[in-house]
C-alpha cells in the first residue's frame, strides 16, 4: 500500500506539468499526497475495521476535502450525499486506490470479489471495475510470487488488455487521461518492463498522463514485486499526517500476523 501512496507524492507535482526526463527530481517542491493517497487509505481501513467500502471512503474524503489536485466532479458530490450511490464511472480513481486488496485477502476469487466492491460503491461501470480487478490481482500474483509472464498472461486474457506496447512506444504519443481503460494497460506495462521499485515509478512518470494515478498504480504493485528502499518508505511517511500512519501501521500490523 505503501507503494502507492508514495507513486502518488511522487507523481503529484507532473500530474499537470508532465515530464519526459527519465531522471526527473522525485520530490520537488510541492510534493504532497493527493486524493489517490486518501483513498487508499480509506479503502484499507475499510478492510482492516470491517467497515462498508462506501461509508469509509465518504469519511475520509470528507475529513480531507481539499486534497492537492482535488477531487473529481462527479466524486466531489457523491462525498457529501446522505444516499449515496454509484454513478457509473470508469475513471482510473477504482484503480488507483485498490492496492490494500491486494495484499489483505489471500484467494484470487476474494481478491476480484473485493476489488469489485471498493470499486462499484461509485465506479460501477465495468470498465471502472476491470480496472480494479486487474491492480488487485496484479498486486495479489506478485505478493504470491508469480513471475511477469504469468502476470501479464492473465491480465490479457482475462480483462482484454493490451499489454504488448513499450514504454518508449507509449511515450511517443501518450496524452492526459483519465479513464481505466486509458491508464492501467499504460501502468501494467510500465511495471513489466521495470527493473526495479525505482525503476518502475520513474517510467510511471516519465511517460505523461494522469501522473499521480499512474504513480500509485504501477508502485502499489512494484511494491509487491521489488519492495521499497527503506530511505523511500521513510520520506513516503513523513508527508502523511498521523491518521493515515496509523492506518499503515495497522495494515503492517496485519500483514505480521498473517
Known amino acids: 500500500m505503501l507503494g502507492s501512496i508514495l507513486g502518488d507524492i511522487i507523481g503529484s507535482t507532473y500530474e499537470f506539468a508532465n515530464t519526459k526526463d527519465y531522471n526527473f527530481d522525485f520530490f520537488p517542491a510541492g510534493s504532497n499526497y493527493t486524493d489517490d493517497s486518501i483513498l487508499t487509505i480509506a479503502v484499507a481501513d475499510a478492510i482492516l475495521n470491517n467497515i462498508d467500502y462506501g461509508k469509509s471512503i465518504q469519511k475520509w474524503a470528507r475529513k480531507y476535502p481539499h486534497p492537492k489536485g482535488s477531487y473529481g466532479g462527479a466524486f466531489s458530490k457523491w462525498i457529501y450525499q446522505d444516499n449515496p450511490k454509484p454513478y457509473n464511472s470508469f475513471g482510473n480513481g477504482s484503480a488507483m486506490r485498490v492496492s490494500p486488496v491486494g495484499w489483505l485477502f489471500d484467494t484470487e476469487a476474494d481478491v476480484l470479489t473485493e476489488a469489485k466492491k471498493s470499486a462499484e460503491c461509485t465506479h ?65 506495462v510500465c511495471f513489466l518492463e521495470s527493473t526495479s521499485f525505482e525503476d518502475a515509478v520513474r517510467k510511471a512518470i516519465f511517460i505523461g498522463g494522469d501522473s499521480d494515478t499512474i504513480g500509485a498504480i504501477v508502485g502499489g504493485i512494484g511494491e509487491t514485486f521489488y519492495g521499497i528502499p527503506q530511505d523511500l518508505q521513510e520520506k513516503a511517511m513523513s508527508y502523511l499526517p498521523d491518521d493515515m500512519r496509523n492506518v499503515i501501521q495497522a495494515f503492517k500490523n496485519r500483514l505480521n500476523n498473517k
Open 124 to 188: 460501477n461501470h465495468p470498465e471502472g471495475i476491470k480496472g480494479a480487478q486487474a491492480t488487485a490481482v496484479a498486486i495479489f500474483f506478485a505478493r504470491k510470487g508469480k513471475d511477469k509472464a504469468s502476470i501479464k498472461k492473465y491480465i490479457e486474457q482475462n480483462f482484454g488488455y493490451n499489454l504488448d506496447r513499450t514504454v518508449d512506444e507509449i511515450k511517443k504519443t501518450y496524452s492526459f487521461n483519465e479513464s481505466c481503460q486509458g491508464t492501467v494497460p499504460e501502468s501494467l
